[in-house]
C-alpha cells in the first residue's frame, strides 16, 4: 500500500459523514474534512483531535468545479495526497413529482451525481501516482423507488452506475470504487424528513424500524465501520459492488 494515509470525506461536518471521518481516523488516516460551510466541520475536526488523530478543515460547494479543486489541492498541500474518498455530500428536496421544481431536481443532482464527479476526477490524480487507492460512494436504499423522491432515487441509482464505471476505469492503478446503501439511519436529515411529514421522530422511527429485519434503526457508525473495511488493504479484491447497509436486504 502507498505510504499516504490521507482520506477526503465530504458532508462531513455531522451525520454520515462525521462519524465516517472519526472512523478514518481511528484505523490511522489523517482526514480532509469537506461540508458547504467550513466553520461547521470544527466540531468533526476537534473530535479527531481530541482522539490524537489529524484533521483538516475544508469549505467547499462539491457542485463547484473550482471549489473542489481548490478543497482537493488544500487537503493534499496540508495533509498530503489523498488517496481515500468518501462521497458523502447530499441533501433532500422531495416532493411529489406533479409538485417537484426543476430546481429540487438539479440541485438534488449536483450535489450528489455532479459532486461526486467532480470529487472522484480531482482525486483520482492521486490515488492513480500512488498506485493504491479507494472510492467510497454513498448510495441509499432509495435507489430502488421511493415515494415523493424521484430526483433523490434516480441520484442515489446514478451513484451506483459512477460507481461500477470507475471500479472498471480505475482498478488498474490499484484504485477500487464501492458503494454503500444505507437503509433508515438516524441522523439530522431523517429528523427533517419526520418534521416534513408532520411526524415526530420518535414515531417516524418506529415506523422505520417496524420494517427492518434486524428490528432497529441504523446508527452513522454503522456506516462508517463499513467505509472503514472498504478503505482497508483488505478489501483490495472487492470492486464495484453496492452493498446495502439497512438491517436486511432492501430494508
Not at 8 to 34: C, N, S, W
Not at 167 to 188: M, Y
Request: proline residues 2%; aromatic residues 6%; contains cysteine.
Amino acid at each position: 500500500m502507498t505510504e499516504s494515509r490521507v482520506a477526503i470525506v465530504t458532508g462531513a461536518a455531522r451525520g454520515i459523514g462525521a462519524a465516517t471521518a472519526k472512523r478514518l481516523a481511528e484505523d490511522g488516516f489523517a482526514v480532509g474534512v469537506i461540508d458547504l460551510d467550513e466553520k461547521q466541520c470544527a466540531e468533526t475536526v476537534s473530535a479527531i483531535e481530541a482522539g490524537g488523530g489529524k484533521a483538516l478543515a475544508v469549505g467547499a460547494d462539491v457542485a463547484d468545479a473550482e471549489q473542489v479543486q481548490g478543497a482537493v489541492d488544500r487537503v493534499a498541500a496540508e495533509l498530503g495526497s489523498p488517496t481515500v474518498l468518501v462521497n458523502n455530500a447530499g441533501v433532500l428536496r422531495d416532493n411529489m413529482l406533479f409538485k417537484m421544481s426543476e430546481d429540487d431536481w438539479d440541485t438534488v443532482m449536483n450535489v450528489h451525481l455532479r459532486g461526486s464527479f467532480l470529487m472522484a476526477r480531482a482525486v483520482q490524480k492521486h490515488m492513480v501516482e500512488a498506485k493504491w487507492g479507494r472510492i467510497v460512494n454513498l448510495s441509499s436504499t432509495s435507489a430502488l423507488g421511493n415515494r415523493g423522491q424521484a430526483n433523490y432515487s434516480t441520484a442515489k441509482a446514478g451513484l451506483q452506475g459512477l460507481t461500477k464505471t470507475l471500479a472498471i476505469e480505475l482498478g488498474k492503478f490499484g484504485i477500487t470504487a464501492n458503494a454503500i446503501a444505507p437503509g433508515f439511519i438516524a441522523t439530522d436529515m431523517t429528523k427533517a424528513t419526520a418534521e416534513r411529514v408532520g411526524m415526530s421522530f420518535e414515531d417516524f422511527t418506529n415506523a422505520a424500524v417496524s420494517q427492518i429485519p434486524v428490528a432497529r434503526a441504523g446508527k452513522p457508525e454503522d456506516i462508517a465501520n463499513t467505509v472503514s473495511f472498504f478503505a482497508d488493504e483488505r478489501s483490495g479484491f472487492v470492486s464495484g459492488q453496492v452493498i446495502y447497509v439497512a438491517g436486511g436486504p432492501k430494508a
